[in-house]
């Protein structure tokens, strides 16, 4: 059906007249199973075909698009689209879509044991990892655990001639284990994504999550001021998300919602930070052969040793500065007007072991997880996030867990001095692959 | 909703009883959702979605399954049952589900329309929005605005093998702005909207170029203040503040699927004091301001619900199937952002009860505290297990000599729920909910819109992050 659809999408923009035209169709298979700690509660599973088109008249641009439940649906959705392209006003800043459309070559992102799925294989990792919890410390449950597989083929085609499909598998495993000791209780959660599970190891991501809730029981806040803090990769990965990645795309810089603007060649990290961007990382969960738009996606330096030398860009963006797009074309959905983000952001690994770096700290916090990083504000660079589970450590000793207190700070200050030093052990989180950070001060809100 | 989806959502439901489900639970959906954009006096975009399916949910031997599609035809529905029944038969000797009964329902339920925002000339809507965001970017020290006018229409039937037969109608409208001001090295953001219930007659009766300048003047003086100095302060939380509070930190631990697997700090509590005696919150599905859920996504009425009475913790939110783990009735509170996902507990319209004091009492006999400001607020997060919460608050005042003073910026605040309930001494009289077609309440993937609000509060101890 997904050719059906682009079949008869791209006649119908043929015959309205457009100046361009653009369909882009996704077929998503997906199945859900959940459990509680109960064990396995249910299983969801559909199949979603959508469809986006974007059509251009002059400099006036649309785009349009939705779930299908048949062929002949296009239909409304490319004269609703005309209808509405001929009353805008022009875009000045528009110059036109992708005119050559390409795929790179991207290993691992078919995982076969998802596309062909054996319901019943996750149905028992899902039954596991509720029961597993309790052998790895008999405090422990797991209060709820959750697989999520999908199938998702897409294609592109424009006005410009170019075609371009590619398939894809995704998975994300998730787990929340609470630990209860006396009168008190802690909870921590654990998570795998990628494109395959040739990574994911249940025991592993069990085990972490109950050394996790052990770790935070029992915390208290510790007093209001400047400490040096260690921020796990899950951490330092969330600040990336939250504050950096956003300033690095081409459209906030443009319109002057990123502290980075005019920083090109500038140094705005410690010397010890370089950032690059890889949407053709073999089985990451954000490599694929192309980006929303149907540009080739390639690996890019954004951040060089401390220096800014470069940002992310989709087409429209790009052409805004006369250059190419970095195949970082991003949307949620089929419908939605592209924008640039990340593909896969890998962070090159330091030198120090972790546990050199804890003996170090004489007054320091060593952050696991945080809640809240995401409200950060990426337009003035404010950090701000809520620790959720952390060690309190003095003169090289962990001393207690910490948690509800609120770190704070400038990031383009606390990451700019060269005291900065990152871990030699990276993780893979999703989009991610990090090491740990050190910080040597930020501001801590706690008692008094 | 057209005949021919009744007439699906029948054929699924008979085909699904016929071949052995226990029970079956049919949904159906057509929603429309249309945003304007314009982003520093150009049209960013102009984008229109459409999410139309059935869903069908079987219940065999107590193994439940949940199939999804969106190819709305006889084969396409036929599928997905035999799909869900072959699903829900695999886990059957996993786990047993069961689900509380309830009254056979026939109603329908659709929101006053005079002026369908579908039918309004595009031309017109880009044009209030340009106009708005081009005169935004003329200001001095403005550096950057975001403007969008949203409506949405979200058609849902529900229909059950116990006798549900459900539908409705909602439409929202609204407009939001964000302006980035500049002062020094200093950048600043500052975002309000306004969602009305009902057409784009809301629309054209509010004048927006006045409701745009004052964001854009906040955002100027914002950036050029303060931020907070970290630390524990006597604090007047705002209606909006309130009802994020409210709605992050207490509703989510409030939901009862968390509290069945002993993910929620309130769990064992019912008939304790959770709260200061001032306090009482109510989950309610349809109320002024909020957004309307008559009837949840499992065909319940959705009436109000007191989650807590003066301080004490009465009830859970609860759907059929927690309802019946927690031995109780459902709430009325089992919902889903679309057909692609099945129903969890959430909230509807999650609000505090307000009391007999004035604005101006709360503020008396604080000689330094912080007016917490809900304006703008980017949002929040909690951690239900143990309380934690924290909030990213819009611009807001350093208290002074029981007045409102000093603006400052980068407010965040954040503590443990039960303590800070614990520690409100003051509630005033001036209720007020909202809803939001630009957001919702994001949980295990699913966003779904719902009213929050409140009174304003004092509180005697919030923790306040800052440089």
Known sequence: ?448 | MTTTYEELASLALEEALKRGADHVLVRVQEKWYESITYDCGVLKSYSVGRVTGLGVKVLVSGGVGYVYTTSLNREGVLRSVEKALSIARSLNTYTKVGYVSIKPVKDSFKVSVRVDPYDVDPEVKVGLVKEVNTSSMRKDGIKSVITRLAYEVDKRYVTSSDGVSVESEVTLVGFSHTAVAKYGMVSERVSNSKTFVGGYEFIVSHDWLTFTDEVDTLAIKVSQAKTPTPGTYVAVLDNEAVGLLVHEAFGHASEGDLVITGSSVLRGLVGGRVASELISIVDEGVVDGGYPVPYDDEGVSKGRTVVVNEGVLNEFLSSRYVGSRLGRGSTGNARVQDITYDSIVRQTNYYVMPRDLSVDELFEGVSYGIYVVGRGASGGEVDPSIGTYTFSIGPSYIIKNSEPTELVRGVVVSGNILETLMSVDAVAKDLKVITNVFGGCGKDGQTVRVGFGGPHIRVRKLVVGGL
């Open chain 1, 1 to 448: 059906m997904i050719y059906d659809i682009l079949e008869r999408s791209l006649k119908l923009c043929s015959r309205y007249g457009f100046n361009e035209f653009e369909v882009y169709v996704v077929d998503n298979v997906s199945t859900e199973v959940l459990g509680s700690d109960k064990g396995v509660e249910r299983v969801v599973s559909g199949e979603e075909f959508l469809v986006g088109v974007r059509v251009v008249m002059g400099r006036r641009v649309c785009v349009y698009g939705g779930m299908v439940s048949r062929v002949e649906d296009v239909d409304v959705l490319v004269s609703s689209a005309s209808k509405i392209v001929k009353t805008l006003p022009e875009d000045r800043e528009w110059v036109s879509l992708p005119k050559k459309l390409g795929s790179s070559v991207v290993e691992d992102v078919v995982d076969v044991g998802i596309k062909d799925l054996d319901l019943g294989r996750y149905v028992e990792l899902v039954n596991y990892m509720v029961r597993k919890s309790g052998d790895v410390d008999r405090r422990a449950f797991t209060t709820d655990a959750n697989i999520y597989l999908s199938y998702v083929r897409r294609v592109i085609a424009n006005s410009y001639g170019g075609v371009v499909e590619d398939e894809k598998t995704k998975a994300s495993v998730s787990v929340n284990v609470k630990v209860v000791d006396g009168g008190d209780e802690s909870g921590y959660s654990e998570s795998y994504s990628g494109s395959n599970l040739s990574r994911f190891n249940p025991d592993e991501l069990i085990t972490k999550a109950v050394e996790g809730a052990v770790r935070g029981l029992r915390s208290k806040r510790v007093t209001t001021g400047t400490y040096e803090v260690v921020l796990m990769p899950r951490v330092f990965t969330s600040l990336i998300n939250s504050l950096i990645a956003p300033a690095l795309c081409a459209d906030q810089v443009q319109k002057g919602r990123s502290p980075l603007k005019g920083m090109l060649g500038l140094k705005v990290f410690s010397e010890n930070i370089t950032v690059v961007d890889d949407g053709t990382y073999p089985g990451m969960l954000g490599s694929r052969c192309f980006d929303d738009e149907g540009i080739p996606t390639k690996r890019k330096v954004l951040i060089d040793k401390g220096v800014l030398v470069g940002y992310l860009y989709d087409t429209y963006t790009a052409n805004i500065e006369s250059r190419e797009s970095t195949g970082n074309a991003f949307r949620p959905t089929p419908h939605v007007t592209p924008k640039p983000w990340i593909s896969n952001i890998l962070v090159d690994r330091g030198s120090y072991e972790l546990d050199m770096l804890v003996r170090e700290l004489r007054n320091g916090l060593v952050v696991y997880d945080v809640i809240g990083m995401w409200l950060s504000n990426p337009v003035s660079g404010l950090l701000n996030a809520t620790v959720a589970n952390a060690v309190y450590v003095e003169g090289g000793e962990v001393k207690h867990p910490v948690k509800g207190v609120v770190i704070t700070g400038d990031v383009y200050e606390l990451l700019k001095t060269d005291e900065v030093v990152l871990t030699s052990n990276k993780e893979v989180l999703g989009r991610y692959e990090v090491p740990a950070i050190y910080i040597p001060k930020i501001s801590v809100a706690g008692e008094g």
